[in-house]
Structure formats: structure tokens, C-alpha cells
């Protein structure tokens, strides 16, 4: 059974491109052509009453006295849901200014979504340079033009394609309306805006996980701000994330020089850790970079086998020794790696999962990464260290990555940058200590940020786009080979807001303040940074003011609901901290 695609176009002047356009299209497709003029006033047009009669003949609806901003209303478009919705060069008439267009285009785009099929489109032609994207050219200033975005994003939709509009290809058309007169708009160098549905915003939301560490369970709330970055599964066998893609390519290049094994065991997100092993590991984090984790309950692990309502909880929540903390790297697994029976010199042993750690909010810091580890014992004649530098340049010299190399006794390490993130990742070769022959074994380890990897080999211009959860985001990297990506969302509106408050200097904690924007704009803060700092020379407290850019690659973010956004803040802020908003 074939399925009829609905066609709908509003603000039609003399029809001619809705006539066109249904000889073009295929069959199965039905045409509904509206305007907002009674139907008297619609056939004095020229060839208004030629088109309307090659529309009927085709099978087309052609409709009287639509207004496209309560498109719901309409008796007759109220039954359908379109695939597509039309709108060429909209005008409010005369001599309106951009304001009063800008509310035309924000009241035809939230009509439209309630007629509108879910994987629906919206068309709309604009002058050059009225839509106020850089695709315009020359780009009028932001506030001279329609913001055309902007306006869309108020119903929930992005812009996803932009292309010139092509008139000839309708063969016949003939625009009309310029100020409400039977003149053309000046259709040289104008756009065709194509505009679809985003997914909605979603808040974060309270996570409770349980996990087995040593020889207890233990059951514990996930920050907030952490809940969209677990059990998504990106590195699973059947997953086509490009994380995952990116990490068998570089794979693949790696095992061209040495033989790489992947281990195999339990290597939970929750450990059991203090401060004193993340630098005996070699970390360059301190406590307050940890989520350390309290626990809700722990239980012995042989009381539990079989169910845990009958086990009762621990009284004391670090019994084990030490504190619970969700893991900031995996080179805390690098002795276990090593203590396991199938670990043997000559082979690099690859192991890849989350890594969680507490940053600023910035354009080039991820809270939440995916992780490639690897260790061997390797022979130092071979150079090894070298080598995995060679194949590193090999595969990344394209992306703009340089190496920084350091020797520290005989510790010699590796450093990775890139142009906007130093550090990604490291490479670090020590001699094996009580080996026979001294010197002769070098141990190796990699390190790497395989989600800043991903964005630079395959030109994601945002690291949240890797978490979205728009189907459209993985629909790319189905077919092989991947290339590089191509926004779903183009020119998303960025917002500016200040927030400023009194706090206490000696307990005030920024990272706390950047978890708490996190949680109540839900990822929407692109970047944040402090632009005013003042201490009062008597009290001894301080202020600070802040300013948040809200952007989003993936959702349609707007106006107001930055606005509801920010208005959350400053009422979650005073609750979370200790702090005066000002």
C-alpha cells in the first residue's frame, strides 16, 4: 500500500509555483495551495485563474483565506499532517519593518509544528541576506534581519538545509507580493531555508546505579549533571558510534606494529580509590578534579548472590579502605592489567571505556570521555616508544596534532596536542625494574581522549553532538567509508546572559558552581567564563560575575526558554551554595 505525501503551501500570490511545483512532482503526492486573500481577490491576479484551474485539474486543493499563523484552525488543514509546508518569500505587506516579520515567521513556524508529520519539513524562500545566516551573502548585521533561526527554534525547529532557490526549475513562476502589490520580490541570490524538527530539551535527571568493586555491591546516585554520559553503550559490539569507529581505526594502525590484544574482564566506572593512588598512578588531577561518590548502600558480595533485599548494608561505607569515586582515568587499572595471567611481554594490551572528571564548562573540556588505555612490556631495542609516536604522526599529522616529547630521569613521555585541547593524551616508556637484563624491557603506556579524537578526524565541530540522541547524529556513520560529518542543525543562535553573586571566598568552590549550571540549563551552556571579580575591602566576601553563551548543536534552543533557563539557575543557585545572588 503506497502512502500519499501531503504538500502544503501558504501565502501562494497568482499560484504559479504551486502549479509548477505539482507538475514536477511525482504521483502519490497531493498538493494543498492556500492564500490569505478571499478567493475574489486571489483570481483578479494575472494567470491567478489559469494556475488555479491546472491545480484542480491535477487533483490539487487550492484553499481561500488561510492564515498561515493558525494553519490548526482551518477546517480542512486541521485533518491532515504534512510532509512538507511551503512558504516562499514571506511578507507582512506594505511597509513593514523586521520586527513585524520576525513575528510573522515565529507565529507561521509554531503553526506549522502542529500540522506538521514528525520527520516533517518546512520550506521557506527568503530575500538574500532577510534569513541573517552567514550563508547570506553579504550577512546583514543580527539585528537587521529576520533571524530566521532564531524564530524557528520558539516551535522546537532547526534549520538543517540552506541552498539557493532556484527559480528556473519552476517553469513558470512568477512571484508576487512585494508590499502587498502585484510586483516580484527580488528573487537574485535568495535562499531556500529548509527547516525540520528537533528533539525536545530533557533535563537531568537522578541516576541510581549498582556495581560490584572487589567483593562488595554497591548501590549509588550518579551526579546529575553525569546522567546523559552512562550506559549509552557507544563502545558496544553492535554499536556504530563514531567513538567506536575511531577507536578500531586506530586501532587497526597500531597493530601494524606491534600485536594488540584486548582485555577482557570487569572494570567498573565506580572505584574504590583516595588521593594518595591517583598520584602514585602518575595523574595530573587533584582531589577536587574527582566525583567522589558517597554510597547509598554496600553490601558483602557472597550475601548478595541471590538477591539483595536480604542482605543487610554495611554500616561503614568505606570498609574497604578507602573512598568511592567514579573513575578519572584508566591508568588505575594499569596494575591489574598487568597482575592478570593472560598479560604477556611483546604485546600491547588495549583497554577503552568512560572516564569521568570535574571541569569548567568550555568549549574544549569534556566532564565525561571515552578512554583508550594501552600497556606492554616491549623490548627497548625495538624502540617502542618511538615507534608508537611514528604511527600516532602517521595517523594524525592531517589533524593539526603535534607531539611534545620530555625526559624526566628515565621516564620519557610523549605529550599530544591538539589546536584547541592540550594534553589529550600521553605516552609514557619506563625500563621494567628486576628485570635480568637491565634496560632491556621498556614498559609502555597510551593514553588517549578517543572523543576529542573522534571530533578531529571526523570534523565534529561541537563534543556534545557526540552524546545527542538525534537518530540523525548516528545516521551518518552507518554507511562506510565515514566521511566527514555535516551538521543536522545549522547556524544554531547562541545567547549571552550574566549571572553575579556574593560568596565566601575561603569556601566557595567554582566547580561546583559550573556542576550546578550544568544541571539547570541541561548542557545548554557552551561556554562560560568569569568577567568580573570584586572583594569588599571590610566584610571580606566577595562578588563574582559570570557570563554563559547558551548554544545547542543538536536541539532548537530559544529565546525564551534561555530565558526559563537562566531564571532556573538563579533559583537552584542560592540552593546548591552558599551564595548571595546580587
Known sequence: MSITREVLLVGEGNFSFAAALSESLAPGVRVTATCLQPEAEALSRENAEKNIQQLRDRGSTVLFGVDCTCLKEHEVIQQHLYDWIIFNFPHCGRKSGVKKNRTL??????????????????????CNGQGGTPYDNPMREWHNSWQAVAMAAEAGLILSEIHPFDRDKYQGYRCTGYRSQDKGFHVEGALNHIFTRSLPYTMPEKLKMVTTIGKETVSFEVPEEL?????????????HHPVKIVLEQLLREIKSSWPVCTVIGNFPELLNCCPEKLQSCGLNLTPSDVYWIKPIETHPLNQCEDSMKDCDPMEDQQSSGGSYALRPSLLLHVQEIMQNEDFSPGTLHALSGLVFQRVPISPNQYPAYHQLLLVGVLPSKSQPLQCLKDCME???????????????????QVWVYSQDVQNFGRMTSVPVPGSDFQGSLQLCVLLLNIDHLATLILSIPDWRLLWSADPRFLAHFEPRPVGPFRPFSLYPPSYSHDISFWMEPDSFDELDFHA????????AVKDLKLVDRFRHPHMGHASLCYRLDYQSPDRALSHSQVLGLQNQLRRLLPLRLQVTLR
Open 105 to 126: 515567521l515565529a507565529k507561521f513556524f509554531q503553526s506549522c509544528a502542529e500540522v506538521l508529520k514528525d520527520n516533517g519539513e518546512v520550506h521557506m524562500a527568503l
Open 227 to 239: 546522567s546523559e554520559y552512562v550506559n549509552r553503550g557507544f563502545l558496544s559490539q553492535q554499536s
Open 394 to 412: 602517521a595517523l594524525l599529522s592531517p589533524y593539526h596534532v603535534s607531539f611534545k616529547e620530555e625526559h624526566l630521569g628515565e621516564e620519557h
Open 516 to 523: 550546578v549550571v550544568r544541571v539547570a540549563t541541561g548542557g
